[in-house]
């Protein structure tokens, strides 16, 4: 069983960036795919960003790509989320998740990933 921890978040002005990390405890993190998913106070938890065991495949929603990029250190058990020209509408708690798998595959629905991190609160100010 994997343990998820998120850091990163914090109040930033529109237009800036923040950088989340994901560090995972508690299982062989190369098996996991990896993704990240945002709750906006009042909405369901939503698709962001995922990446495959080996980092090769990424998938990204359409309301954060070229803004936002993912990426994992597999020797440091840790999944990142870049985040650039962060918009109010970005404002949400973000959560990291991991699917055990053994194929190479990036995954985009919440209920197909077996752990989840507490969140990290994320607030862009306009």
């Known amino acids: 069983q994997v343990q998820l921890v998120e850091s990163g978040g914090g109040l930033v002005q529109a237009g800036g960036s923040l950088r989340l990390s994901c560090a995972a405890s508690?299982?062989?993190?190369?098996?996991?795919?990896m993704g990240w998913f945002r709750q906006a106070p009042g909405k369901e938890r939503e698709f962001v960003a995922a990446i495959s065991r080996t980092g090769g495949l990424t998938d990204y929603a359409d309301s954060v790509k070229g803004r936002f990029t993912i990426s994992r250190e597999n020797a440091k058990n840790t999944v990142y989320l870049q985040m650039n020209s962060l918009k109010p509408e970005d404002t949400a708690v973000y959560y990291c998740?991991?699917?055990?798998?053994?194929?190479?595959?990036?995954?985009?629905?919440?209920?197909?990933?077996?752990?989840w991190g507490q969140g990290t609160q994320v607030t862009v100010s306009s």
């Open positions: 998740a991991a699917d055990w798998t053994l194929r190479i595959i990036v995954v985009v629905t919440a209920t197909e990933y077996d752990y």
């Open positions: 508690g299982g062989t993190f190369s098996r996991y795919t």
